[in-house]
C-alpha cells in the first residue's frame, strides 16, 4: 500500500526531536513510501542549496537496509568518535497487526458483516499507523544527521541522499554483517569497562552515572507505556463489538427501545473512535517519545564507551612508553603512540562534552513539547467523550 | 397412557421438600362458578418427569382430603381475595404462612378469577406509586469453618399496605433466597408467570469466604453476591402477584425463617432438580406443537434472538470489564516507573515534571478502576440478569407447551376410550358387558372433564403469558433504560475526571524550561 503524507500529518508527527529540518541549506524528507510485502520502500527527497550536490532537487528510493548500512558506517567512522551517532531507525514492525489480521481471520464467522468491516478498519487504522511510526523515525534520522554541522558533511551520506542506483551493492555484504554483530557482543561486554574505569573528569562521571541509571529506567518506562496503549486499544476493540451487537438487539426491536438501542450503538461506535485517537496519540507523545530517548541514551553510552576505550588506550599507551623507557628500546615510537591516544582522548573529550551538554538540552525540549502536547490531547478526547455522553444521555432522558 | 399405579398423596413434610417444580398436587378446581370455595388453588403442574400424566388421576380422587389439608389457605385466602376486588386501601393483612409441608397456592386462579383478580392488580400497580425499596446490606459472616456462611440484612421500606409496618429488616442468608425462588418457582412457573432467577450459586467462591481469606478477590465476591440478591428481591417484589405472595411477605418480614434445605447444590433435592432438568430438556425436543397462534411464535423467536444477542453482549462486557482492569494495572505500573524515572532525571524541572507525571497516572489508574466496577456492577451485571430471566420466559414457553401436551394427551386418551367403548358395544359377551361398559363410561366422563379442564389449562396459561411477556418487555425497557443512564453518567464522570487531573499537569508541563 502506499502512503503520502499530508504536510499536516508530518508536522505533528515530527515532534519528537525538534528543531530539525529547519536549516534550507538541507531540506530532506520522506513524502512517500511502499509497503510491499514486508519490504517498505522509502522515498527519500532532498532539497538543497549546496553545492557539494549535483542538483538541487531529487529523490532515491531506499529500504530499511541502506539506513542501517548508513548509520554503521558512521559509527565506524573514527573521525566521528567523539559525536553522539542518531540512534539507528528501528526495523518496520508489522507483527502486532498482523496477529491482528490472524485473529480476525478466525474469529469471521462469529461476526456480523457490519463487525467485520469495523474491525477490519481498525486494523487498517493499526496497520497505517505502525507505517507513519516506521516512516517517522526513519525521517528523523536523516534529520538529525542533516542538522549536524559534521555529519551533514560526510560523504556516505550524500551517497546515500543521491546515489540514484540500489545501494545494494555498498552495503555490508554477509560477512561483514557478522563481523558487526561480535562488534557488538564486544561492545557490552566492554560496557563492563565503561563502569569500571576509574574516571578523572567529574562531568563525566556525573554523565556516565546519570546514562546508566537513567537507561535502565527509560527503557523500563517505555515498555510500561507500550502496555498501557495497547490496553487502550483493547478496549477501543471492545466498544467496536459492543456497538455491532447493540445494533444487531435494535434491527430486531420493535418497541420504542430500538430508537434508544440505535443511539446507544452510535455512541459506542463513537467512542471507540476516540478510545483509538486516545490510544494513538499516548503512543505518539509518551511511548514513542521514551522509546526514541532510550535508543538515543544507547547512542549516548556509546559515545562514553569509546571515549573510556580511548582513555583506557591512552594508559596503556602510558604503560607501554614507561616500559620502552625502562627498556631503553623504540622510545620514540612509544612516545608517538602517547601522543597520538592523549590527541585522540582530548578530542574525543572535548567534542563529548559538547555533545551531551547538547543531548541534555535537546531532550528536555523534546519532553516538554510533548507532554504539553499529550497533556492537551488527553484533555480535549476527555471533553470530546464526555461531549458525546451527554449527548446520548440527553436524549435518553428526554425520550 | 394408561396409568396404573396411584401413589398415594405424599402429606409429610419431608417429602415436599424434596420436590421442586415437580409434583405439585393442587387439586382441582371445584364448580368454577362458587365464590365461596377456596377457588384460589391452581391447577396442577404436569409433573417434569416423563410420567406425567400419571398424576392426574390422584386429584380426581379426593379433593375434599386435600381441600381439608388446605384449610388455613382457605382462611387466609378469602380476606386477601377480598382485598384485591376491593378498589380501595385494604386493610393490613397478618399473612400466616403455613408450615413448609403445604405449599401455598396462589391466587385467583380459578377461570372466573383469573380475569377479574389481573385486572385489580394492575389497577392496583397503576393506583400504587411504586413505594418501595429493598436493600441488601451489611454482609456478615456467621459461624467458622466450612459451616460459616454469610448473613446479609434485608432492609425493606415501604408504604404498601400489605405489610405491618413502613420499614423493618431481617436477616438473611443465601439459601433463603434460594428457597424463596425454589417456592416461587413451583408456583408460579408453571401456570406462565416469569419469576426472577435466583442469583447463581457458587461453590469455589462460597468456599473462599468460607475458609477465612480477607483479601481482595473474596470482598469482590461478597459485594458481587449482596449487588445480586438486592437486585433479585427488587425484581420479584415489582411483580404486582409475586408481591402479595405470602412466602414473599414472611421472607421480607419475619425474623425467624426455617431453613431451605432443598436449595443445597449437593443434596438428594439438588440432584433431582438436575434429572428433571434433562428430562425436561428431552421432553421438549420431543414436543412437536401446533402453533395456531401467530403471536406465540414470533415471541418466542423474539426471545430466541434476544437470547442469542444478550448474550454475545454480555460476552463483550465481560471483555471491557477485564481489558479495563487491564489498563488500570498497567496505568499504575507505568505511574512507578515514571515515578523512577523522574528520580532518575537530573534536570530539576523536568524531574518535577516526571514526577508529576507519575501522580497524575496513579490518579488516573484509580479512575480506571472504579470504571471498571462501574462497567461490571452497572453494566455487565445488567445483561447477566437478563440473559437469565430470559431463560425463565423460555421456560413459561415451555410451560404452556407441556399444557398444551397434556391436553392433547388427554384428547387422545379420550378418542382411545371411545373406540374402546364403540368395540365393546360390538362385543357378544353379555355378562361382562354391562360391568364394562359402565366402567368406560365413567372413564370417558373422567375423561371428558379432563381434556376440558385441559384446554381450559392451555388458554388460561396462554393469556397469562401474554400478559407477562407485556409487562416483562414494558419492565425490561425501564430497567435498561435506567441503568444505562446510569452507567453512561459513569462513563462521563470518569471524563471529567481526566480532564481534571491533565488540567492539573499541563502548567506543570509547561514549567519545564
Known amino acids: ?399 | 397412557m394408561a396409568d396404573t399405579a396411584r401413589e398415594p398423596p405424599p402429606a409429610e413434610s419431608t417429602d415436599f421438600e424434596e420436590l421442586e417444580d415437580a409434583e405439585e398436587l393442587f387439586p382441582e378446581p371445584a364448580a368454577a362458578d362458587n365464590e365461596s370455595e377456596p377457588a384460589s388453588l391452581p391447577a396442577e403442574d404436569i409433573s417434569t418427569n416423563s410420567n406425567g400424566p400419571k398424576q392426574d388421576s390422584l386429584f380426581d380422587d379426593d379433593p375434599e382430603d386435600l381441600f381439608a389439608e388446605a384449610t388455613e389457605e382457605v382462611s387466609l385466602d378469602s380476606p386477601e381475595r377480598d382485598v384485591l376486588l376491593s378498589d380501595g386501601p385494604s386493610p393490613a393483612i397478618t399473612p400466616i404462612t403455613p408450615p413448609l409441608s403445604v405449599i401455598t397456592p396462589c391466587l385467583g386462579h380459578d377461570d372466573m378469577f383469573t380475569h377479574s383478580s389481573f385486572d385489580e392488580i394492575e389497577e392496583e400497580e397503576l393506583n400504587d406509586s411504586f413505594d418501595m425499596h429493598i436493600s441488601v446490606s451489611d454482609p456478615e459472616k456467621v459461624g467458622d469453618g466450612m459451616n460459616a456462611y454469610m448473613a446479609y440484612k434485608v432492609t425493606t421500606k415501604t408504604s404498601v399496605s400489605l405489610f405491618k409496618r413502613d420499614e423493618f429488616s431481617v436477616k438473611r442468608r443465601f439459601s433463603d433466597f434460594l428457597g424463596l425462588h425454589s417456592k416461587l418457582a413451583s408456583k408460579y412457573l408453571h401456570i406462565g408467570y416469569i419469576v426472577p432467577p435466583a442469583p447463581e450459586k457458587s461453590i469455589v467462591g462460597m468456599t473462599k469466604v468460607k475458609v477465612g481469606k480477607e483479601d481482595q478477590s473474596s470482598n469482590e465476591f461478597v459485594e458481587k453476591r449482596r449487588s445480586a440478591l438486592e437486585r433479585y428481591l427488587l425484581r420479584t417484589v415489582k411483580h404486582p402477584v409475586l408481591l402479595k405472595d405470602p412466602d414473599v411477605l414472611q421472607f421480607l418480614e419475619s425474623s425467624d425463617l426455617p431453613r431451605a434445605v432443598s436449595t443445597q447444590a449437593l443434596s438428594s433435592a439438588g440432584l433431582l432438580r438436575m434429572v428433571n432438568k434433562a428430562a425436561d430438556a428431552v421432553n421438549k425436543m420431543t414436543i412437536k406443537m401446533n402453533e395456531s397462534d401467530a403471536w406465540f411464535e414470533e415471541k418466542q423467536q423474539h426471545f430466541e434472538n434476544l437470547d442469542v444477542q444478550l448474550r454475545k453482549l454480555h460476552a463483550s462486557v465481560e471483555s471491557l470489564v477485564c481489558h479495563r482492569k487491564e489498563l488500570s494495572v498497567n496505568t499504575a505500573q507505568f505511574a512507578k516507573s515514571a515515578a523512577m524515572l523522574g528520580n532518575s532525571e537530573d534536570h530539576t524541572a523536568l524531574s518535577r515534571a516526571l514526577s508529576q507525571l507519575a501522580e497524575v497516572e496513579e490518579k488516573i489508574d484509580q479512575l480506571h478502576q472504579d470504571q471498571a466496577n462501574a462497567d461490571f456492577y452497572l453494566f455487565s451485571e445488567l445483561l447477566g440478569d437478563y440473559v437469565r430471566l430470559i431463560a425463565a420466559v423460555k421456560g413459561v414457553f415451555d410451560h404452556r407447551m407441556k399444557t398444551w401436551q397434556k391436553w392433547q394427551d388427554g384428547q387422545m386418551l379420550l378418542q382411545k376410550k371411545r373406540e374402546a367403548e364403540a368395540k365393546l358395544q360390538l362385543n357378544n359377551k353379555p355378562d361382562k358387558l354391562q360391568q364394562a361398559k359402565d366402567e368406560i363410561k365413567e372413564e370417558i366422563e373422567e375423561l371428558e372433564a379432563k381434556v376440558h379442564q385441559g384446554e381450559r389449562d392451555f388458554e388460561q396459561i396462554s393469556k397469562t403469558i401474554r400478559k407477562e411477556v407485556g409487562r416483562f418487555e414494558k419492565e425490561r425497557v425501564k430497567d435498561f433504560k435506567t441503568i444505562i443512564i446510569k452507567y453512561l453518567e459513569s462513563l462521563v464522570q470518569t471524563q471529567q475526571q481526566l480532564i481534571k487531573y491533565w488540567d492539573a499537569f499541563l502548567p506543570e508541563a509547561k514549567a519545564i524550561s
Not at chain 1, 68 to 96: C, M, N, Q, R
Not at chain 1, 321 to 326: I, N, Q, S, T, V
Open chain 1, 1 to 399: 500500500m502506499t502512503s503520502t503524507l499530508d504536510e499536516n500529518n508530518k508536522e505533528k508527527m515530527r515532534s519528537v526531536s525538534v528543531d530539525l529540518n529547519n536549516d534550507a541549506s538541507l531540506l530532506i524528507d520522506i513524502p512517500d513510501a511502499l509497503c510491499e510485502r514486508d519490504k517498505v520502500k522509502f522515498t527519500v527527497h532532498t532539497k538543497t542549496t549546496l553545492s557539494s550536490f549535483q542538483k538541487p532537487e531529487f529523490s532515491v528510493p531506499r529500504q530499511h537496509e541502506d539506513f542501517i548500512w548508513l548509520h554503521d558506517t558512521l559509527v565506524e567512522t573514527e573521525d566521528y568518535a567523539g559525536l553522539i551517532i542518531p540512534p539507528a531507525p528501528p526495523k518496520p514492525d508489522f507483527e502486532s497487526p498482523r496477529e491482528k489480521m490472524h485473529k480476525l481471520g478466525e474469529g469471521e464467522a462469529t461476526m456480523t458483516k457490519e463487525e467485520y468491516a469495523k474491525m477490519k478498519q481498525e486494523l487498517e487504522a493499526e496497520y497505517l499507523a505502525v507505517f507513519k511510526k516506521t516512516v517517522q523515525v526513519h525521517e528523523i534520522f536523516l534529520q538529525r544527521l542533516s542538522s549536524h554541522p559534521m555529519l551533514s558533511k560526510d560523504r556516505n551520506f550524500q551517497i546515500f541522499l543521491e546515489y540514484d542506483q540500489d545501494l545494494t551493492v555498498r552495503r555490508k555484504n554477509a560477512k561483514e554483517m557478522f563481523g558487526g554483530f561480535f562488534k557488538n557482543m564486544v561492545k557490552s561486554a566492554d560496557e563492563v569497562l565503561i563502569s569500571g574505569v576509574k574516571e578523572v573528569d567529574d562531568f563525566f562521571e556525573q554523565e556516565k552515572t546519570f546514562l546508566l541509571d537513567y537507561y535502565s529506567k527509560i527503557k523500563d518506562s517505555t515498555a510500561k507505556a507500550e502496555k498501557m496503549t495497547r490496553a487502550h486499544k483493547n478496549i477501543a476493540d471492545d466498544y467496536i463489538h459492543i456497538s455491532a451487537t447493540l445494533n444487531s438487539i435494535s434491527t430486531d426491536d420493535g418497541t420504542a427501545n430500538k430508537k434508544h438501542l440505535e443511539k446507544l450503538s452510535d455512541l459506542f461506535e463513537k467512542l471507540r473512535k476516540v478510545e483509538g485517537r486516545v490510544a494513538s496519540d499516548q503512543e505518539l507523545k509518551l511511548t514513542e517519545l521514551l522509546r526514541y530517548y532510550m535508543r538515543d541514551i544507547q547512542a549516548a553510552k556509546d559515545l562514553l564507551y569509546r571515549r573510556a576505550r580511548a582513555l583506557a588506550d591512552y594508559e596503556n599507551s602510558n604503560k607501554a612508553l614507561d616500559k620502552a623507557r625502562l627498556k631503553s628500546k623504540d622510545i620514540p615510537q612509544a612516545e608517538e603512540h602517547q601522543q597520538h591516544c592523549l590527541q585522540k582522548f582530548d578530542k574525543l573529550s572535548e567534542s563529548g562534552k559538547k555533545e551531551l551538554t547538547g543531548f541534555k538540552g535537546r531532550r528536555v525540549v523534546a519532553f516538554r513539547k510533548n507532554l504539553i502536547e499529550m497533556a492537551e490531547l488527553e484533555i480535549k478526547h476527555a471533553k470530546n467523550n464526555a461531549t458525546l455522553l451527554q449527548g446520548c444521555i440527553d436524549l435518553l432522558k428526554s425520550n
